[in-house]
């Protein structure tokens, strides 16, 4: 089949299917299946006998390596449960730098000698595996004679059974380290500064007077993406490769006309929805918000929040989940932040908040000026996190496919900065002028502590505008892209936040051993943070150009590009803050630091040779189909005695001769052999390589907006957007 019917019959075969029927039994509660694949708290309570039960229990509440006793006994039930639930292998699954999740899987069966097979599976299995290394980035931190890696279960993420037509799973989260002990994945560092962060939170508790349980760090996720057509995604090479479209015109009908959000969801979607709720909901993740989103074809999903290491683990699971799903439902799930040029890109916000089940959320004001003086003295912790580490928490967010996104008037701008809601905000600046006493909403007058402000509890406003937002009881990070890992972001959050909570009670505790009122210090402490961290602070518009300046007068940074923002992670600031709390060895950041420009470098060229590719093969053969038809035309009319007019043809001609000269340009830029030094390879990529793809590009789309429809191989925008 020639490439344009391939399009055509493409369009016929998207017109002509017919959905899967989604068939739910109507007597089925959601709470019946939820958790139904899961090994948690509730199932360990019935299988496990009382004293393994709460060593467990133990182990999770205090983040402690587990009992090898212990192990042997979860193990063996564990394995138990599995089996009934039909699952014949194990896996442990991690989470390398890729950003991807992966695993190793092994039978539950080992031969006995006498041709039989025994199920087994002990407490070292279950606790420790040790997957080939080699294959995964870890930036220079192995040698090539030490291939092996460990992999060991994250105790406090359950282990589950994951169904699949052929066969069942147990899968068992794992943290994925080397065998010198040092992080080769996205989950140990989360762990790590989970720990960190807690360590300090409880200093400041125990200084409002509390004897506090362990604090953790919860994050809710809400992830955007796309669905397109598998017929269209199947004759798109760049979204099959790239995951995002590498040419097409903006369409007719563009998002301007806002109808798509919140608007009713196409049935089809919605079947698509309930499935994967319900293939969540077995999972134990709590999936519960859907509606449109501002794109056509784009939608999101928010689940409730969990615990920072259980939600990210969730969120990777999610993303598999969904793309397994859309497959089922003849579509194709697109996690890529810009999968399409002109129309609103995907990102990920992650609202984080501190706490536990006693002290509640740490960052929800409370009712008496006492809870709300802690309260505050977390939301300074914020402030003074986000501004002595913008650079890192943009660092955390950057990827070559998220360049595309930040700060395209559609997403937060690069620079990062806090946006605290008009009532907080006042509140800070009255502190920063010697002592806050009225709250704006309320204007109730407060005296003593009490000079700190009543507070309500809706602050009602919001900035869409802003990467760093309070919105009530947490801040929402809206700087991170739909396709990454949640992990990420979240490391830098507690990182940031352990030292800047170790920060306050150090201040609060020295103040408090030389006698000074704590109500005082608290004053002194939070007016100080105003002083030398309010920069930060911007209730205003993060997407005017205005902003840009004041930002810089302000001394914020503005990393534009992964390529500016990566060094972030090595400079010196970094490399103390993480190491002073345990949280990354200076070999790990530099491990990190080279994996980041690896997978620019590798994701640019992915794409690179497919805009050569595309533009070689596909387009430039239907523009020059049509000029042919165009010359013979004019041909015709000549040697027929009518005046020719040629105006149509030079239109063609014109971009023609630039797609040529665009794809001669890519085909040079990629024959430079990569620089050793990957700095230096990757601004090359950014500089070089990927204004020539925008320069084929530009030409290929003024090219779609003139050749003859039945010539145009490529499914355009308007067909993947507007026909689900
Ligand atoms: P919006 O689109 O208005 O920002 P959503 O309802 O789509 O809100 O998503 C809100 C997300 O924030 C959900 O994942 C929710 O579970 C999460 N969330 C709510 N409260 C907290 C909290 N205290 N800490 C962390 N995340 C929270
Ligand atoms: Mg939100």
Request: glycine share 8%.
């Amino acid at each position: 089949m020639s490439a344009n019917k391939v399009r055509l019959q493409a369009i016929t075969d998207v017109e002509a299917y017919v959905p899967p029927a989604v068939s739910f039994d109507p007597g089925e509660e959601p709470g019946e299946i939820f958790g139904q694949n899961v090994f948690s708290l509730s199932v360990m309570a019935k299988r496990l006998p009382k004293s393994v039960y709460k060593s467990v229990l133990a182990t999770i509440e205090k983040s402690a390596p587990l009992d090898p006793l212990v192990a042997d006994a979860v193990a063996s039930a564990m394995k138990d449960w599995a089996l009934e639930k039909g699952a014949t292998h194990y896996a442990h699954v991690f989470y390398p730098l890729t950003g991807l999740t992966a695993e190793k899987h092994d039978s539950f069966l080992d031969p006995v000698g006498d041709g039989t097979a025994f199920a087994s599976f002990s407490g070292k299995t279950l606790v420790q595996g040790e997957p080939d290394a080699s294959s995964f980035p870890n930036g220079g931190l192995r040698n090539t004679f030490e291939a092996r890696g460990y992999t060991g279960w994250d105790v406090m993420s359950p282990a589950y059974v994951l169904e699949n037509p052929n066969g069942n799973t147990l899968c068992i989260p794992t943290v994925f380290i080397s065998m010198t002990g040092e992080a080769l994945d996205h989950k140990t560092p989360v762990l790590r500064s989970q720990q960190a962060m807690a360590v300090h939170a409880e200093r400041v508790l125990r200084l409002f007077g509390h004897e506090p349980e362990r604090v953790v760090s919860y994050c809710g996720p809400e992830q955007e993406y796309f669905l397109v057509d598998s017929h269209f995604y199947l004759a798109r090479p760049d979204l099959l490769n790239a995951g995002r479209t590498l040419f097409g015109a903006k369409p007719p009908k563009g998002q301007e006309f806002d109808d798509h959000y919140f608007g009713a969801i196409p049935e089809r979607v919605l079947g698509f929805m309930m499935d994967t709720e319900r293939e969540l909901f077995k999972l134990g993740i709590p999936a519960k918000t859907r509606h449109n989103e501002v794109a056509p074809g784009q939608f999101e999903i928010a689940p409730m929040f969990e615990r920072a290491n259980v939600a990210s683990d969730h969120q990777q699971l999610l993303m598999t989940t969904f793309k397994a799903i859309a497959k089922k439902h003849g579509m194709e799930c697109l996690f890529h932040e810009k999968p399409f040029d002109g129309v609103n890109g995907s990102g990920k916000h992650v609202n984080f908040s501190i706490g536990n089940d006693a002290q509640g959320n740490l960052l929800l004001p409370g009712d008496t000026p006492h809870e709300n003086a802690q309260f505050l003295v977390f939301c300074g912790a914020v402030i003074r996190a986000v501004h002595k580490y913008g650079g890192l928490l943009r660092a955390s967010v950057a990827s070559a496919s998220n360049d595309h996104r930040l700060g395209a008037n559609e997403a937060p701008p690069a620079i990062i900065s806090i946006f605290l809601g008009d009532q907080l905000a006042d509140v800070f600046d009255q502190i920063a002028k010697g002592g806050a006493t009225r709250s704006k909403e309320k204007g109730t007058l407060i005296i003593g502590v009490d000079t700190l402000p009543d507070l309500s509890k809706d602050p009602g406003d919001r900035n869409r505008t802003s990467p760093f937002a309070f919105t009530g009881n947490r801040f929402e990070f809206r700087a991170p892209g739909s396709l990454q890992t949640v992990a990420a972001p979240m490391v830098v959050i507690n990182a940031i936040m352990a030292e800047a909570l170790d920060h306050c009670a150090t201040v609060l505790e020295t103040a408090v051993a030389e006698g000074t009122d704590f109500d005082e210090a608290v004053q002194s402490l939070l007016a100080t943070i105003v002083a030398d961290h309010g920069a930060v602070i911007f209730n205003g518009n993060g997407y005017s150009d205005e902003w840009q300046v004041e930002a810089e007068q302000r001394g914020l940074k503005n990393l534009r590009t992964t390529i500016d923002a990566l060094p972030e992670l090595i400079s010196d600031d970094a490399l103390e803050l993480f190491s002073t709390y345990s949280v990354f060895s200076e070999r790990e950041m530099h491990s990190r630091y080279e994996v980041g420009l690896e997978q620019y470098i590798l994701s640019v060229g992915v794409e690179a040779n497919l805009t050569l590719e595309m533009g070689t093969t596909i387009i430039l053969p239907s523009a020059v189909r049509y000029q042919t038809e165009l010359a013979s035309n004019v041909a015709t009319l000549k040697a027929a005695g009518v005046d020719a007019d040629l105006s149509l043809l030079e239109s063609v001609s014109g971009p023609i001769g630039e797609l040529k000269a665009g794809l001669a340009e890519l085909g040079d830029a990629l024959a430079k052999e990569h620089d050793h030094d990957p700095m230096v390879a990757a601004t090359y990529v950014r500089d070089t390589v990927l204004p020539a793809m925008a320069a084929v590009r530009a030409a290929a789309d003024t090219l779609e907006g003139l050749v003859a429809d039945d010539l145009w191989s490529l499914p355009t925008y308007q067909e993947m957007l507007y026909i689900l």
